[in-house]
């Protein structure tokens, strides 16, 4: 029951919130043809998202589209040869796509996701956060809110949690980063704006050179989900000494955004909708990649420390929502959703000011 509530008012919310938007222009009807979809994948077409991908065009026929699929491993080529015309749609990880949607673009906010309870994280609950996020965008009452000029959110599914990657596991506190490099990428400018607050030392990196300026000793600590263990080699700069620390950073998206004219109209709803239904295929793969690290790679937080980090990237969102990073209305529409599973948190009371 509590579920259905959490859900009904998120997309009540949205819908309040999408009341004072000017209603964009409809989609034409798509020319007869097909439509060049561009996948971002750290493995090419050998992924497992290009592997759902090729699924998702077979279903998308009885949608009126004709996709071709094409693959990418570097998604700042995929996102501006979208953006030249060269793609009809692409597929790529939230932090690339929030320059269409911020809105959407919620999901990837700084421990906007995270579900800590008595001092330990509720992965679980955390993801329950992410499917809801997931749900609400996928409803009918979200297509204004999906929608942003000519661009439109077509669907998102989990990537899996952004942990942070170190190389010393002796690194427990926000006080042992002081002074320490870590890597953030230029088109996040969020990552820049935390790692300043903490006392470290921000290193421009993208996702092509992140890992190697981890593994090389560059930096001290990387952001990084599962996925990328192993094809990125972060065993190498991990060494023995290193350790992925169990706090999510940020539980990460993987969105698809469509150039609206050259798709039949209500296509990018019935996208939303394939997409939702594909969480539980999603989430399978971001454990069966996090089953792959050896547990003697893991570390954990104290509560106290894990508390620390929880509410310290909470106060942080706001700052950088000041900052006009992230959006507000995505970030209403995340707390709301945490509070429909965690009501006994603080940020969940009448006076909180929190996102």
């Known amino acids: 029951m509590w579920e259905k509530i959490g859900v009904r008012s998120a997309v009540a919310t949205l819908a309040l919130?999408?009341?004072?938007?000017?209603?964009?222009?409809?989609?034409?009807?798509?020319?007869?043809?097909?439509?060049?979809?561009?996948?971002?994948?750290?493995?090419?077409?050998?992924?497992?998202?290009?592997?759902?991908?090729?699924?998702?065009?077979?279903?998308?026929?009885?949608?009126?589209?004709?996709?071709?699929?094409?693959?990418?491993?570097?998604?700042?080529?995929?996102?501006?040869?979208?953006?030249?015309?060269?793609?009809?749609?692409?597929f790529a990880t939230g932090f690339r796509t929030r320059q269409f949607n911020s809105t959407t673009a919620a999901i990837d906010s700084l421990g906007a996701s995270s579900i800590v309870k008595d001092g330990k994280v509720d992965m679980d609950?955390?993801?329950?956060?992410?499917?809801?996020?997931?749900?609400?965008?996928?409803?009918?009452?979200?297509?204004?809110?999906?929608?942003?000029?000519?661009?439109?959110?077509?669907?998102?599914?989990?990537?899996?949690?952004?942990?942070?990657?170190?190389?010393?596991?002796?690194?427990q506190t926000v006080e042992d980063l002081a002074g320490k490099k870590i890597a953030a990428f230029d088109y996040d400018k969020a990552q820049a704006v935390m790692i300043q607050k903490i006392g470290a030392q921000p290193v421009s990196a993208d996702i092509t050179n992140f890992a190697s300026k981890?593994?090389?000793?560059?930096?001290?600590?990387?952001?990084?989900?599962?996925?990328?263990?192993?094809?990125?080699?972060?065993?190498?700069?991990?060494?023995?000494?290193?350790?992925?620390?169990?706090?999510?950073?940020?539980?990460?998206?993987?969105?698809?955004v469509i150039n609206t004219s050259k798709f039949p109209a209500n296509y990018g709803l019935e996208s939303r909708k394939y997409w939702s239904g594909q969480f539980d295929r999603a989430l399978k793969l971001i454990l069966r990649a996090e089953k792959t690290i050896p547990e003697k790679t893991w570390s954990d937080l104290t509560p106290e420390n894990m508390i620390k980090y929880t509410i310290m990237l909470r106060e942080s969102r706001g700052t950088i929502m000041d900052q006009g990073i992230y959006d507000k209305q995505g970030l209403t529409i995340l707390k709301k959703l945490r509070c429909s599973i965690n009501r006994a948190d603080s940020e969940c009371t009448p006076d909180s000011k929190t996102f």
């Open 17 to 90: 919130l999408a009341s004072g938007l000017s209603m964009p222009a409809q989609a034409q009807q798509a020319q007869q043809g097909s439509q060049k979809l561009c996948v971002y994948d750290l493995l090419g077409a050998a992924g497992d998202i290009f592997a759902m991908a090729k699924d998702y065009v077979v279903a998308s026929k009885a949608w009126g589209a004709n996709l071709t699929l094409h693959a990418y491993t570097d998604e700042r080529i995929a996102t501006q040869d979208f953006i030249a015309g060269e793609c009809d749609a692409v």
């Open 125 to 171: 609950a955390s993801y329950e956060v992410v499917r809801r996020a997931i749900q609400v965008f996928a409803s009918p009452a979200s297509t204004k809110i999906a929608t942003n000029g000519r661009y439109e959110i077509a669907g998102i599914i989990p990537f899996g949690t952004a942990y942070p990657v170190l190389n010393d596991r002796k690194i």
């Open 214 to 256: 981890f593994n090389n000793g560059v930096v001290d600590m990387i952001a990084a989900p599962a996925a990328a263990y192993k094809p990125l080699e972060l065993y190498r700069g991990i060494g023995t000494k290193g350790a992925i620390n169990r706090f999510p950073i940020v539980i990460l998206s993987y969105q698809m």
